[in-house]
């Protein structure tokens, strides 16, 4: 496959900021589109991509860790694969905070606070409709890409701002790991 290119503030924040249109599964497109987020995702250090990030504004989330696994993270052949096609958040509760980084949002790093525990209703790559509850950082991961999904970026919702390179990102983690703040008030 050829190299794809990831789209960052630098060069088309507008194009990140746009909301991202709902996957028509009679256009099968979508297919080819996953598997561009798949090499992208298994090429990159990444936690996850929403399809708009590669140019592609359609209504796809590919998770491909959902760990706080460091060794996992930096291992690009540990891929858990999960696609959600037209998610929809159905409820949130609890929240936690993490540094958060982002592949199109270069070096800004920012302490994001999200939900613990959210129940989402998405399609499948077989057109298959579904609900589930994701928890604990799962819910953190895909919180960060449904707001690409509506052009918001983790930035403007961050509690704090810092520009970091990858190093930097991981000696702060390791001073400031994930963390639960509660698991069940409501999320607002």
């Given at each position: ?63 491909r860790n959902t760990t706080l696994d460091e060794d996992k993270y930096g291992d690009l052949s540990y891929n ?8 929809v958040i159905i409820s949130r509760k609890g929240r936690t905070r993490y540094l958060e980084a982002c592949a ?77 703040l509660s698991q069940d008030e409501p999320f607002d």
């Open positions: 496959m050829e190299e794809i290119e990831r789209i960052t503030i630098e060069d088309n924040e507008s194009f990140l900021r746009q909301v991202s249109k709902e996957v028509d599964f009679n256009d099968t497109s979508y297919l080819e589109d996953i598997k561009k987020l798949e090499y992208f995702c298994t090429h990159n250090e990444v936690f996850a991509m929403a399809a708009v990030q590669i140019g592609i504004p359609k209504r796809i989330i590919y998770l858990e694969k999960r696609v959600f096609i037209n998610p199109s949002c270069v070096d800004y790093a920012g302490v994001v606070e999200r939900p613990y525990k959210m129940e989402v209703e998405y399609f499948k790559e077989d057109g298959t409709k579904t609900r589930e509850v994701l928890e604990g950082f799962i819910s953190t991961v895909f919180s960060h890409e449904y707001d690409h999904l509506n052009g918001i970026l983790h930035m403007d919702i961050a509690k704090e701002i810092m520009e970091m390179d990858v190093e930097e990102r991981k000696k702060y983690r390791s001073i400031h790991p994930y963390e639960v």
